[in-house]
């Protein structure tokens, strides 16, 4: 179970953290990422992450801005959302593959099989 917090209102060029909840047995062969989806448009995979350590993905339109990131202590994923814009709005979601993930798979993050129920983030 994935389990998303974090979201909520921020101005233009502002940050938020996003963070991801999991329960169960995690491995360095495992990997978690965020999507999001505005109203109207399709998912868009953001961002992608070795649990354990190694590869990480980010799309064109966060590289730079967005930093995902993977606590092992906490069981916990996080998404560092900085210089926010207007069309970042939407709704983000948290997803998983808790068995080998390689990275042809981790560069779709939207198709990564077990997701949360995702968290709204409104940049104004």
């Known amino acids: 179970q994935l389990v998303e917090s974090g979201g909520g209102s921020v101005q233009a060029g502002g940050s938020l953290r996003l963070s991801c909840t999991h329960s169960?047995?995690?491995?360095?062969?495992?990997?978690m990422g965020w999507f999001r989806q505005a109203p109207e448009k399709e998912r868009e995979g953001l961002a992608a992450?070795?649990?354990?350590?190694?590869?990480?993905y980010y799309a064109n339109s966060v590289k730079g801005r967005f930093t995902i990131s993977y606590d092992n202590a906490r069981d916990t994923l996080y998404l560092q959302m900085d210089s926010l814009k207007l069309e970042d709005t939407a709704i983000y979601y948290c997803?998983?593959?808790?068995?080998?993930?390689?990275?042809?798979?981790?560069?779709?993050?939207?198709?990564?099989?077990?997701r949360g129920q995702g968290t709204q983030v409104t940049v104004s």
């Open positions: 997803a998983a593959q808790f068995q080998w993930c390689p990275k042809s798979t981790m560069r779709h993050p939207e198709s990564l099989p077990s």
């Open positions: 169960g047995y995690i491995s360095s062969r495992h990997c």
């Open positions: 992450i070795r649990t354990l350590g190694g590869y990480t």
